[in-house]
């Protein structure tokens, strides 16, 4: 089972969609994925079809060890496995409200509480192939909780002149998370959301992520496209959305590379 923590505290850029695609893409390849939904605006949830609004528990109760994380996760409908004769892949949601928000507050005061979510997904490790932690714009305690969580680390980035401006500051903050909390946890690379090729300007802040920080940015980039940006309105991927687009086969393929076994892994930064 592998834990990926999705993060960058910079917002707007595609990460929650990246999150919802990715794991539906990991599900169509027959994978048991769990989605986190950490963020207390809720909108991996949204994103889901699930109101936020509506729900009695979420993951709100769980950080605050009220629940356990089985007796708030919300079987979502699999996709179709790819290919047709695979195995049937499954996708479960963590979701949140907007009730984390007061969670963040009382595990400040809490001891071990960089470890509440780790301890939490421990229980479910074995029923699951993938959990993809949405983290949310900031890096505050419940990103550290997701990096804490996490075996690895994907940087949705997009780009634009300011877009890798926080890319830095993540990478502090993880190398942090290592030295306190998760020594093992290692940085995927980063993807490229609402990419341009017809710009100078995006393929320069691709080429600058990858010799400043010394980081991979997967390939293939994904596209800009106003199918990415209607799909979590209707509470669907854009892999449902619009299966044939360009973003939703960048993302499938994006699946494929992370999915690979180990020895076909890309280099990761420590």
Same mark, same amino acid.
């Given at each position: 089972?592998?834990?990926?923590?999705?993060?960058?505290?910079?917002?707007?850029?595609?990460?929650?969609? !990246?999150?919802?695609? +990715?794991?539906?893409?990991?599900?169509?390849?027959?994978?048991?994925? %769990?989605?986190?939904?950490?963020?207390?605006?809720? !909108? /991996? =949830?949204?994103?889901?079809?699930?109101?936020?609004?509506?729900?009695?528990? =979420?993951?709100? #109760?769980?950080?605050?060890?009220? /629940?356990?994380?089985?007796?708030?996760?919300?079987?979502?409908?699999?996709?179709?496995?790819?290919?047709?004769?695979?195995?049937?892949?499954?996708?479960?949601?963590?979701?949140?409200?907007?009730?984390?928000?007061?969670?963040? %507050?009382?595990?400040?005061?809490?001891?071990?509480?960089?470890?509440? +979510?780790?301890?939490?997904? @421990?229980?479910?490790?074995?029923?699951?192939?993938?959990?993809?932690?949405?983290?949310?714009? !900031?890096?505050?305690?419940?990103?550290?909780?997701?990096?804490?969580?996490?075996?690895?680390?994907?940087?949705? +980035?997009?780009?634009? @002149?300011?877009?890798?401006?926080?890319?830095?500051? %993540?990478?502090?903050?993880?190398? #942090?998370?290592?030295?306190?909390?998760?020594?093992?946890?290692?940085?995927?690379?980063?993807?490229?959301?609402?990419?341009?090729?017809?710009?100078?300007?995006?393929?320069?802040?691709?080429?600058?992520?990858?010799?400043?920080?010394?980081?991979?940015?997967?390939?293939?980039?994904?596209?800009?496209?106003?199918?990415?940006?209607?799909?979590?309105?209707?509470?669907? =991927?854009? %892999?449902?959305?619009?299966?044939? =687009?360009?973003?939703?086969?960048?993302?499938? #393929?994006?699946?494929?590379?992370?999915?690979?076994?180990? @020895?076909?892994?890309?280099?990761?930064?420590?």
């Amino acid at each position: 089972m592998t834990t990926l923590a999705v993060a960058n505290q910079k917002g707007g850029v595609a990460k929650t969609t !990246s999150t919802h695609a +990715l794991g539906v893409a990991l599900a169509e390849r027959g994978r048991r994925v %769990l989605l986190v939904d950490l963020d207390p605006q809720a !909108s /991996l =949830s949204w994103a889901c079809g699930v109101d936020p609004d509506a729900l009695e528990i =979420s993951v709100h #109760d769980v950080l605050l060890k009220r /629940l356990k994380a089985t007796d708030a996760i919300i079987e979502l409908a699999p996709p179709a496995p790819r290919p047709a004769d695979g195995p049937t892949g499954r996708l479960d949601l963590l979701p949140s409200t907007i009730d984390l928000a007061g969670a963040e %507050l009382h595990l400040l005061t809490k001891t071990g509480r960089e470890y509440v +979510l780790d301890k939490a997904l @421990s229980k479910v490790t074995d029923d699951y192939d993938w959990v993809l932690i949405d983290c949310p714009p !900031s890096l505050g305690i419940l990103t550290i909780n997701g990096l804490t969580a996490a075996d690895e680390v994907l940087i949705p +980035l997009q780009c634009e @002149s300011l877009g890798q401006r926080g890319v830095g500051q %993540l990478l502090d903050t993880i190398a #942090d998370v290592r030295d306190y909390t998760n020594d093992d946890l290692k940085v995927r690379g980063a993807i490229a959301t609402m990419f341009d090729g017809r710009t100078n300007l995006a393929h320069q802040v691709v080429q600058q992520v990858r010799v400043d920080y010394e980081i991979d940015v997967l390939e293939p980039f994904v596209p800009k496209s106003v199918k990415v940006a209607e799909a979590p309105a209707l509470g669907r =991927s854009v %892999l449902a959305h619009a299966p044939s =687009s360009k973003s939703a086969t960048a993302y499938r #393929d994006l699946a494929e590379v992370l999915d690979a076994p180990p @020895s076909r892994k890309g280099r990761g930064r420590r």
